[in-house]
């Protein structure tokens, strides 16, 4: 992925179709310009992360022996579309214009999500959603960055650290 590899100026289109194994003009077929693969790519990624981010609200019917599994299910969805997908979501989450945009709104549905799970009785309602919300993506982009993308670490057990630490915390 050209992007992902030399950022969006750097990144030209003869090496956008090389790589795809096309003709430019088919690449004119389908594209208007550079811009325009580039903000389909960003958006492709954005519409994925955003379903998975509002799956990953609790129903009202969990109970307590499940939740923390629960949890990790949706955590695990989200480190999966970033392994699956490493180039689009290093696009769409770090080297895009929108990275700070799509993360705000991820930001903003987890806090959302949190608010009404609180609401369900699963959380305490005394605690500072926004904050929780933007520690929990700042967490997932450097885990995603420097545990994931390097391969040391799977989306199962960086599910399970995150999900471990928010619910418990470091006490004993």
């Given amino acids: 992925m050209q992007f992902a590899i030399h950022g ?9 179709v090389k790589e795809a194994n096309v003709t430019q003009p088919t690449f004119y077929l ?7 693969v580039f903000q389909e790519l960003v958006d492709v990624f954005k519409e994925k992360l955003y ?8 129903p009202a019917d969990v109970a307590e022996e499940g939740l923390m599994e629960r ?16 180039e689009v979501a290093r696009i769409g989450f770090v080297v895009s214009e929108e990275a700070t945009t799509i993360k705000a709104e991820m930001t903003a549905q987890i806090e959302s999500n949190l608010t009404e799970e609180a609401r369900l009785g699963y959380f ?4 500072n959603f ?5 520690a929990m993506v700042g967490a997932i982009e450097y885990l995603a960055i420097t545990k994931l993308w390097t391969g040391s670490h799977t989306p199962d057990e960086l599910a399970e650290e995150i999900t471990q630490l928010f619910l418990h915390g470091l006490k004993i």
């Fill in 130 to 134: 926004s904050v929780v919300a933007a």
């Fill in 8 to 16: 969006f100026h750097k990144t030209k289109i003869s090496e956008i």
């Fill in 71 to 86: 949890i990790a299910y949706g955590l695990r969805a989200v480190f999966e579309l970033f392994q699956q997908n490493e």
């Fill in 51 to 58: 379903h998975h981010v509002a799956q990953s609200k609790l």
């Fill in 30 to 36: 389908y594209f208007k310009s550079k811009e325009a």
């Fill in 124 to 127: 305490h309602t005394n605690v």
